[in-house]
C-alpha cells in the first residue's frame, strides 16, 4: 500500500529558528516521486518541489531544502531562519510512476511562526 | 488570466440538491483532477481525468460524477448532496504523467445545510 505520514500535526517556532517538517512514505514501487506542497492562510496549494527516487540529491532554493533519504524511505523538509510567511501547512504527497496518476497525500503539518 | 480557475468559490446548498463546481484552466495541461479536502485526511482524490472524454475514479467516487468535453474543463457535479459532502474541493492539472506537478486551482468552500 502507498501511504505517506506526516506525524507532526502543528509546530510552532519563533521567526529566525530553523524548522524541519518531517514526511516519511511507504511504497513498494522502486520509481516514484515525492512532492512538497505549501498551504498558506489564503487557501490555494503552492508546489514547492518534486524529487524523484532516482535522485537522492539534497536539494537547496533559497531558505529551504530537502533531505531525501531511501534508507529510512524519508523526505524532509527544512526551513532555515523561519519567516512568519512561512506559517502555513505543509503537505507531502507521493505519487507512483504506473498504474494510477494520483497524488497520495499526507495529512499536513501546521507551522505557525510567531515575530 | 492564465491559470487554472475555479467557480463558485464559495457555495451552501441544500441536501439533495444537485450542484456542479466549475474547474477550468489554460495551459492545455492533459491532466486534470478533483480531490476533496477534509481536516484529518489531507487532500484525497476523487476523479481524475487523462485527456478529453477519458475519466477515471480516484480514491473517493461516490456521490460524484464528472465529464470533460473539452480539454480544458473539468466540471464536478454532486448529483444529490448530502451533509458529508461538506468541504473544501480543488482542482489540479498537470502537463502530463507521473514527473509532472500538479498545480491547483484556488479551492470550492462547499457546505451542504
Known amino acids: 500500500a502507498q501511504k505517506v505520514t506526516q506525524a507532526q500535526t502543528e509546530i510552532s517556532v519563533v521567526e529566525k529558528e530553523d524548522v524541519t517538517l518531517d514526511c516519511v512514505y511507504e511504497?513498494?514501487?522502486?520509481?516514484?516521486?515525492l512532492f512538497w506542497y505549501k498551504q498558506p492562510p489564503s487557501g490555494e496549494l503552492v508546489f514547492l518541489i518534486r524529487?524523484?527516487?532516482?535522485?537522492?540529491q539534497n536539494e537547496i532554493s533559497g531558505r529551504y531544502s530537502w533531505n531525501f533519504q531511501k534508507s529510512t524511505s524519508s523526505f524532509n523538509f527544512t526551513i532555515t531562519a523561519s519567516q512568519v510567511v512561512d506559517s502555513a501547512v505543509y503537505f507531502c504527497a507521493l505519487r507512483r510512476t504506473y498504474n494510477t496518476d494520483k497524488l497520495i497525500f499526507g495529512t499536513g503539518t501546521r507551522l505557525q511562526v510567531f515575530p | 488570466d492564465a491559470g487554472i480557475t475555479q467557480s463558485p468559490r464559495y457555495k451552501i446548498t441544500e441536501t439533495g440538491r444537485q450542484v456542479t463546481l466549475m474547474c477550468h484552466q489554460t495551459w492545455s495541461h492533459s491532466y486534470m483532477f478533483w480531490y476533496r479536502q477534509d481536516l484529518g485526511h489531507g487532500l484525497r482524490l476523487i476523479y481524475y481525468?487523462?485527456?478529453?472524454?477519458?475519466?477515471d475514479k480516484g480514491e473517493v467516487p461516490d456521490g460524484y460524477v464528472v465529464s470533460r468535453s473539452k480539454t480544458e474543463n473539468f466540471p464536478l457535479t454532486l448529483e444529490s448532496a448530502t451533509r458529508s459532502q461538506t468541504s473544501v474541493y480543488f482542482c489540479?492539472?498537470?502537463?502530463?504523467?507521473?514527473?509532472?506537478?500538479?498545480?491547483f486551482g484556488p479551492g470550492t468552500r462547499l457546505t451542504v445545510t
Open positions: 511504497t513498494r514501487d522502486t520509481t516514484y516521486y
Open positions: 489540479a492539472s498537470s502537463a502530463g504523467q507521473f514527473r509532472h506537478e500538479q498545480y
Open positions: 524529487r524523484n527516487s532516482f535522485d537522492e
Open positions: 481525468s487523462a485527456a478529453a472524454d477519458i475519466t
